[in-house]
């Protein structure tokens, strides 16, 4: 059953490196050796996203391997059975767009796993199609570090990558979330593909969470409300607000908004266990 509401709504990653030549240097008469650096240096996951909250939360920085040999990078928040992906739009913030929602969600007792999908922040750019391998090696790391139920949430086309893997049948997850997402089939990378979002979205058969904003102009608003109209799911929900803005800016910035701690939190509480 869809239901369909009108809610009010509140509210390069640079990588430094500084490797020496090596040498001797010349002072005053006395010859100093000057030893090259072993390996360039880059910020940490709080420097990056310039976030005490995060340095407060002391993320563990992980890394694991795509099916197709891409090499990825996630941080984790949390720990305990109830585990989520979070996937982020295409800005080149890449994982620090979920901040401070990353650190809401794991003071809310979830085990957060926030990831830079293929291309982007510290993860590799073998091929830049196979999002959807992304988010199910992402769900097999999170289970292997104890999570029982995994529910991927993604922002624009993090929201669209959770619906072409949750539309393979090799998927893991318990149920999505898409934010300001829409037509999967060109995320898509598994078997019988299709150009026909319908066709896939009709093979997703896990509870999803659509949302999307009037005010969005970052999306194609009529696309995202066909696509989830679509969903076969059987327990799937279609929010619409009034407000709200684009993809993650829908949970709040400083403060999580009414959405945040309404629909959003009800049902991520509702599937993971």
């Known amino acids: 059953m869809i239901v369909t509401r009108v809610l009010p709504a509140l509210l390069l990653c640079v990588v430094a490196a500084a490797c020496g030549e090596g040498g001797e240097t010349s002072s ?16 940490s996951i709080d420097e990056r996203c310039s976030s005490e909250e995060l340095r407060a939360a002391a993320p563990t920085e992980v890394s694991f391997e795509a099916s197709d040999g891409t090499e990825l990078f996630a941080v984790e928040l949390g720990d305990g059975p109830r585990g989520l992906v979070l996937l982020h739009t295409t800005m080149s913030t890449a994982l620090c767009g979920w901040t401070p929602a990353m650190t ?19 993860s590799g750019c073998e091929t830049g199609k196979g999002f959807d391998l992304d988010l199910i090696a992402a769900t097999e790391e999170l289970r292997s570090r104890g999570a029982e139920t995994v529910i991927a949430v993604g922002g624009s086309r993090g929201g669209s990558v959770t619906l072409a893997t949750a539309a393979r049948p090799d998927h893991d997850l318990d149920a999505v979330v898409d934010l300001s997402g829409g037509w999967p089939h060109e995320y898509y990378t598994g078997p019988s593909p299709s150009d026909d979002p319908a066709v896939l979205a009709k093979r997703i058969d896990v509870p999803v969470l659509g949302a999307a904003a009037r005010d969005d102009l970052g999306m194609n ?17 279609y929010v619409l607000l009034k407000e709200g ?7 709040g910035l400083d403060e999580p908004s009414a959405f945040y701690r309404g629909d959003f939190m009800t049902f991520l509480e509702k599937h993971s266990r």
């Open 28 to 43: 005053g008469g006395e010859t100093t050796t000057v030893s090259p650096s072993a390996t360039p240096t880059r910020p």
């Open 104 to 122: 809401w969600l794991a003071d809310a007792g979830f085990h957060v796993l926030a990831m830079d999908s293929r291309c982007s922040g510290y």
């Open 221 to 237: 608003l009529e696309e995202h409300r066909a696509v989830h109209h679509a969903i076969a799911a059987e327990d799937k929900e």
């Open 245 to 251: 803005g684009h993809a993650m800016i829908m949970l």
